[in-house]
């Protein structure tokens, strides 16, 4: 029996090599399919590389690439990748050859090895909403739906095109979003580290001078010593009060009662919480839009949207709403029951819904939320960046000042 040396893909997009015997070529590449292996490369070697390697199992001499346990598929190569898909069958690439092109194409090891298990499955005749289910992370529920109706209706690469839009619209409104706390975030780090540092290395020194004269201090400085010996002591504790604190915190935000409660506050937060509201309205009508121009029915497409909110409280509105459609209401009037909703959006399903155009309504919707989300996300970073500057400039006035007033007190008496 020959025996070949190999290089393939996991299921992970991992790099891997190894020798193995087989009768012919095809029995080495089935054998490696059963494994989760992509072949990529094969040729024939000795035996005594073969015995070398661990002989007849598949894997025997597998060797997985460490240099890629850091590689993730991004969002931002779904969206390009469905992009260049949608491009391709436009221009009457069948679907096999424009998979296998963009298998050749893509850079990241993982995504490859994804998208070389997808071109298989479609080459031995799955759909490609089918290949794509086994990977929810990079496609999500609502990715391989619209997918599915595309390749129901016929249009795939109309759906493509729509899915590849949608996509680079969350990603320039999660770029926003991130730009905008950027600022705030360093303003906070860096506050909490010149803090730190007055507290630990300054503050003992010059207050421990205080203490030997045996002077009467002021309350403020009689705290500032306090809070300097308790965080030099005891930042072991602190730190660690702090992680079991958070630890505490992310668990009681994973139950029930906790997200429930967690996205209420959110939600009457000043400024903070109007932001989140338009936000997940955006995220809505868009969604709800592409969904329902791809074809796939309403009460599944609600489904599909409510998943995609990130508030419970909004959540259950979509689940009310859904459950009303399904006894013959329409989606207006339930939208407007739960107050989450403003006039001026279920005005426009409602109109939408009269009219037959639902999805226009919904997409005009999404357009104007997503100018209403600029603005709060601007108003948002120009209450951050001045109130952060407020504080620290507060918080080192305080240590400034508790260290002078017994100093100038010390003067006086010494002057009189």
Not at 169 to 188: C, D, G, H, T, W
Request: hydrophobic share 45%.
């Amino acid at each position: 029996m020959p025996a070949y040396a190999y290089t393939g893909l996991s299921a992970k997009g991992k790099n891997v090599k190894g020798v193995a015997n087989a009768d012919n070529v095809a029995a080495l590449k089935a054998s490696l399919r059963r494994d989760g292996i992509y072949l990529t490369a094969v040729n024939e070697t000795t035996a005594a590389a073969a015995a070398q390697s661990g002989g007849g199992a598949a894997g025997g001499g597998r060797e997985v690439d460490l240099g890629k346990l850091f590689d993730r598929v991004t969002p931002k190569m779904v969206a390009s990748m469905t992009q260049l898909l949608g491009t391709l069958l436009q221009a009457g690439v069948t679907l096999p050859e424009a998979l296998a092109a963009l298998t050749d194409q893509v850079e990241s090891q993982r995504f490859k090895g994804i998208l070389s298990d997808i071109s298989e499955k479609v080459n031995q005749g799955s759909s490609l909403a089918d290949a794509m289910d086994p990977y929810p992370k990079e496609f999500p529920k609502l990715y391989v739906n619209m997918i599915r109706a595309g390749e129901a209706s016929g249009a795939l690469e109309t759906v493509l095109f729509r899915l590849a839009e949608f996509l680079e619209k969350q990603l320039e409104i999660r770029s926003k979003v991130n730009s905008a706390m950027f600022y705030p975030v360093v303003l906070s780090v860096l506050g909490g580290v010149i803090i730190t540092v007055l507290m630990v290395g300054i503050v003992p020194k010059i207050t421990g001078m205080f203490t030997d004269m045996n002077a009467e201090l002021p309350w403020n400085t009689r705290l500032l010593i306090l809070m300097s010996d308790t965080i030099s002591s005891f930042w072991w504790a602190i730190i660690l009060g702090g992680w079991f604190g958070g630890w505490l915190f992310r668990r009681w935000r994973r139950t029930e009662a906790g997200r429930w409660t967690g996205d209420t506050i959110l939600l009457k937060i000043p400024v903070l919480g109007e932001l989140v509201r338009k936000i997940a309205i955006a995220r809505f009508a868009r969604t709800l839009a592409t969904l329902l121009s791809s074809g796939v029915q309403l009460l599944q497409a609600l489904d599909i949207v409510r998943t995609l909110l990130g508030n419970v409280v909004l959540e259950k509105v979509i689940t009310d709403a859904r459950d009303s459609i399904r006894e013959g209401e329409n989606i207006a009037p339930a939208l407007k029951r739960s107050g989450h909703f403003p006039p001026l959006v279920t005005h426009m399903v409602a109109v939408g819904e009269r009219s037959g155009q639902l999805e226009q309504m919904l997409g005009d919707v999404a357009t104007a939320y997503d100018r209403e989300t600029n603005t709060s996300i601007q108003r948002l970073t120009g209450l951050l960046e001045p109130l952060m500057i407020v504080v620290m400039g507060v918080a080192v006035g305080f240590v400034v000042f508790s260290i002078m007033r017994p100093i100038m007190m010390l003067t006086e008496m010494a002057g009189s």
